[in-house]
């Protein structure tokens, strides 16, 4: 089997680079376009007379176009191509963006953010696969790292400007500025490197979807894996989609101060991926699961850290509590940020090379559908039934931190399994990608 691509395909060197800075810039768009809605729910739901409930379907249905599309567009990417493919997606995603922006109406606003979704379904599991196979597996992690940094970057973009520029210019803006830039950067996709797993007489390599499927399924640290994904996926996607909302609530502010205080907490998690990556790689030299251990650790601690930061909340006027919650929510989200590197190098590491688009795109198709899609419209839910005001929010979150608690447990179970599903798996592999 021979790689054939776009020019001469690197591993590690300045294509390498590119592909990495490419994908870390569409990661943050990505993000950014996903997590600007937090911060300017209140102003949409004023404008278009939308409940708490509603708010929370909004969310909701950009992980239902995720669910839906992940696992065809994710072996699309493995069969077709990775470089072509993310910038198709990084463009369709930013023209919902734009079109969500435009929305006249409730239906709309749910097909645009739907569309939203569908775009990004496979992007993730394409730059995974593209920025693995441009690195050694030695540095898999902490560059994964790097890659989902960005993440944590894009977060702050999206709450910052969509904050700033809907306060002097209007929300409907925000999203505006936001596609534009996406496209732009879906064009640079275009000139990365890129591979094809073929065998030497030019025949693909690929098997069916079905049998593809059925095979990743065979695998039981996948199967542990994704489990650990929905459930952390609750807690961790609910907190950023409802914690602007609280901190305006609680503290009657706008919604651009309320982006500031919450890219002010995300900036701060930016340690966690860059952190977890180098500590996941280092723990998995010393022993097969380290990796997953590593995971398993930084979901406790998260749920452990919200906790305190939203039990420290309920006394607005205490200034020294006030801190104290600020210090807590702070280490919950480097905590947060700590697993999801070690998640992705393990699920490239466990499955064969013609496959990796498609298992981390099915392991993200489980954390949505087992966690991510319904944690907000849980956490919405709760807050109608308390009042809709600050404490129900705060209560929708709290019970959101059982699950991450979930997720501990079942990773720790999912590094069990690593050393015997690896050796299966590199027995299978030759010959295997870079």
Sequence with gaps: MHQQGSGRFEVGGKRASYVLFICAMLHAMCSADWQILAVLIEPMRRDMGLNDTQVGLVSSVYFLGVILFVIPLSYLVDVWSRKNMLGLMAIFWSTCTMLTGAASGFVFLLVARLGVGIGEAGFGPGSTALVSASYPEDRRARKLGILNAFIT????????????????????????????????????????????????????????????????????????????????????????????????????????????????????????????GIAADRWQRRCAGGRMRLAAVAAGMAAVFLWLSLAAGLDLHNRALMYFSVAMMSLHSICVGMAFPAAAATVQDMVPARSRSLAWGASIAALFLLGGAWGPLLVGTLSDEMGSDYLGIGAGLAATGIFGLLASGIWWITARHMRADSATVQADAAPALP
Excluded at 200 to 228: K, M, P, Q, Y
Aim: proline share 2%; net charge neutral.
């Design 153 to 276: 970057v894009g977060v702050v973009l999206g709450l910052a400007i969509g904050g700033y520029v809907s306060t002097h210019y209007g929300w409907r803006t925000s999203f505006q500025v936001l596609g534009i830039a996406g496209i732009g950067l879906g064009i640079l996709a275009f000139f990365m490197q890129d591979y094809s797993l073929q065998k030497e007489d030019g025949r693909f390599v690929h098997g069916s979807l079905l049998a593809n499927l059925r095979e990743l399924a065979g695998i039981r640290t996948l199967r542990w894996l994704c489990v650990g994904l929905g459930m952390n996926a609750v807690m961790q996607v609910s907190v950023s989609t409802w914690l602007p909302a609280l901190l305006m609530r609680a503290y009657d502010i706008h919604e651009d101060k309320a982006g500031y205080l919450v890219g002010a907490f995300t900036i701060v998690g930016l340690v966690g991926p860059i952190l977890g």
